[in-house]
Every structure is written in structure tokens, then in C-alpha cells.
């Protein structure tokens, strides 16, 4: 692996991102906004106050663009996303430095930046962020593999480690983390599912997607744990087409689930019982359930769960989601308790259905 050094100023990457020519969507990346608002205001204050900021990793493709008649260099963030994503939101006014800043020394005179965006900064403490270099090293695409990539991420992330569902997606691989990605933003997860900005941001929902392929799959999992998700992971590149053909799998049943509900689905899509319901929803496709009564058996489902004094159809489903929700007993007891009670539904509903004929 050959890396080219350069050092950029700040105002020379601020335009490569505005232009399109630095990118934040790498595949193996994780999402954005990890950091703090004490972190992000630390590392603009570090760069006014002069401290090194360490360097940032590229990888570096070509592209042919309508408006140039030479290929344009176009650089993807493999190490340094977080940094670069910061002093682009403070020189765009996205946020303000913290009320304890402390004051930084310019030609021997002090100025008070504290709580100021970067618009309200003086004139020349604005030209001193944007002319800060910041170290940064080129890797070419064409001369480096996938593995060494997946290599450097890691490396690069050994002194702040990703959770272990951010390291998922580097040990599945780029090609497989390019569709999990791409299903991760499903209509089905974006809009119905009930993921806060905290899980997303941390990858949990698709690790929600991995677990969904552990139950379709029938993966001697141990449980639901992160380590466990982690353990599963390992085995995608050993068997990249199979599991391609079960992500399409949950796919399939996520273009389902968008047909059953019409607003966001507070408890069947929610972190813990999300594999369940689409694993569900997949075997109801294969039984030719149409969306329509899907919608109708989580009604009853929803209402026996609330403890809805008419119910028919009780479950014991809550006994599994206490503490320990990640444990095997606990996650068979959900999938259990929840296939019951959709195939008691379906035998009721069918029994009704020959009764009203027969009358």
C-alpha cells in the first residue's frame, strides 16, 4: 500500500467537500454525527488555538464529470470523518462554540470566541480557521485491495474503537456493507420502524437486519448480543452470494411491511422485537398472507400485548423483553410467542370465516 502525504488548509477541503470531490459514504464508514457538541467545539478551539490535528486517510478514484473534459480526482473519507465534518458545519454556521471557551491569542492580543458561531467570529479569526492545514494521506483505489482498506480502517480506529455494530459492517466487507447500507435506508427503517437517531447513528438498526438473517437463516446464535451479531458477520465472506440471497430475503419483507403499516409502528419495529416481526413477515409472504391481514393480526397483536381487555388471542410475548433481552432464551421466547400467536390468529380468523359460510 502506497500513501501520497500533503498537508490542505481548511479552506481548500471545505471546497473539495462543496464540489463533491470528498466524500463521507464509504461503505465500511460509519454514520455521521458520532461526536459531541463538546467535541466538535474542542477541535475547532484546538485548531484556533493551534494544536496538531492528526492527519486524515483518503482513497482516491476518477471520475468523468459533463462539466470537465479530464477525469476529476474524487477522494473518499476512509479515517477522519468526524473532523472534517465538523469544521464543514461550523464554517456553515451549524453550530457554536462552547460557552467555556477559552479565549485565543492573536498577534499578542486576546479574543474571546467563546459561544460564537463561525459567522460571529472576527474577520481575522475567521481567515486563521480556514488557512489551518490539516495533514492528510492519499491511498489510490486501483492499487490498493478491499482487505488492506478494511485493514487501515480498523487500524485507524484502534485509539477511539467503533462499537462492535459499527466493526460489523469492515468484517462483512465492502461489497456486502454497500447493500446493507443501501437497505438500511428502507422506507420500512427510515419511516416506520421505531429506531431513535441514537441507534441509527450507533448502526443498531442494521444490526437488527444481521439478526433478521441469523433467524432466516437458522445461525446457531447464541443470543442476540453484539458480539454475537459480530460472530455472524465474520461468516458473510465465506459465503458472500448465500448471504446477498438473504439480505434480498429481508428486503423482500421490508417491501412487505411498507404495504402493512401506514404510520410508524411503535412496538413490532422496535429494536428488540424488529428481527421477529420481519422474519414473520417473510415466512407470511411465503404462505401467501396478504398485507392486508398482516395489518390486522398486529392490531390483535398490539392489543393483547397492551393488556386490551377484549382479547381473544393472549400472549406472553412481554415475559421476554425485560433484562437480558439479548439472551438465546429470551430471544427464542419472542420468536416462539410470536409465531404462536399469529398462527392461533390465522386458525381463528379461518374458523370464523367457514362458520359465517356454513350460516
Known sequence: MEAHSAKWSIKQIIGGINKGNILFDYPIQRSGEQWTHKQKSELIHSILFGLPIPAVYFLRFFEKRE??????????VIDGKQRLTTVHSFRNDGFALLETSLPIHLDGQAIEIAGLKYSELPEEVQDLLLGEGIPNYTIDKDLTTDEEIELLFNRMNSSKPLTIHQ????????????????????????ELSNFP?????DNKHQAAIIQTMMILENFEYRGF?????SRYAETVKDDLEGKIE???????????????????????????SFPMTVALAYKAIGRGVEPDFFALWSIAFNDAIQGEKEVNIQTNYLDYTN?????LAKVRGRINAMQEHFDEFMLVVATNEKAEQIA
Open 67 to 76: 462539466d470537465s473534459v479530464k477525469l476529476v480526482p474524487v477522494r473518499w
Open 167 to 190: 466493526k460489523v459492517k469492515s468484517l462483512m466487507g465492502i461489497k456486502f456493507s454497500t447493500l446493507l447500507n443501501d437497505l438500511g435506508d428502507h422506507k420500512t427503517i427510515l
Open 197 to 201: 437517531p441514537g441507534q441509527i447513528r
Open 225 to 229: 448480543s453484539a458480539a454475537e451479531t
Open 246 to 272: 438473504t439480505l434480498a430475503k429481508v428486503e423482500q419483507a421490508l417491501d412487505y411491511l411498507a404495504k402493512v403499516f401506514d404510520k410508524k409502528e411503535k412496538f413490532l419495529l422496535k429494536v428488540v
Open 323 to 327: 433484562s437480558g433481552s439479548t439472551d
